[in-house]
């Protein structure tokens, strides 16, 4: 009689000591996964839309109108001093008033990869970290100087 119970103590403090340990490794691995999904916590944003001149022959012939949107890591915008915004627009701008290879007519063979890949690169240079990981195109239109009303 006594040896059974000796045994169903044992079993018991057995059972007890891989619970535990079973929801002790449970515990940290949840951990470390919520650790790593704050890491990755992604904000959303629009830019304003800018109105780039497009001149030719000495004159503004129209205008490209531009919005664009941008995910950006929640903790390196809470660091940053200046909106990351208006520096993707400053970007934007420059590169868009400037290109010899925009032909503001035909906006469709415009290589628009090429110009958010740039802006990221840029922006995140002129902020000195990677404070934005995606650009995307929310609008890229032309208007002709002719068709804006007054």
Request: net charge negative.
């Amino acid at each position: 009689m006594m040896a059974r119970l000796v045994i169903s103590c044992l079993w018991i403090c057995a059972v007890t000591l891989v619970s535990a340990y079973t929801m002790i490794a449970m515990k940290m691995y949840h951990a470390e996964a919520a650790a790593s999904a704050a890491v990755d916590k992604m904000d959303y944003e629009k830019t304003r839309p800018i109105n780039v001149p497009m001149i030719a022959n000495g004159s503004v012939q129209g205008y490209v109108i531009a919005q664009f949107a941008y995910t950006s890591n929640t903790d390196n915008k809470k660091q940053a001093t200046v909106p990351i915004e208006a520096f993707i627009l400053d970007e934007a701008f420059k590169m868009l008033y400037a290109d010899d290879k925009l032909d503001f007519r035909h906006l469709e063979k415009y290589d628009i990869a090429t110009l958010t890949k740039s802006l990221i690169d840029k922006v995140n240079i002129r902020l000195n970290g990677p404070m934005v990981k995606d650009v995307l195109v929310e609008e890229f239109n032309y208007i002709a100087k002719e068709d804006i009303s007054r």
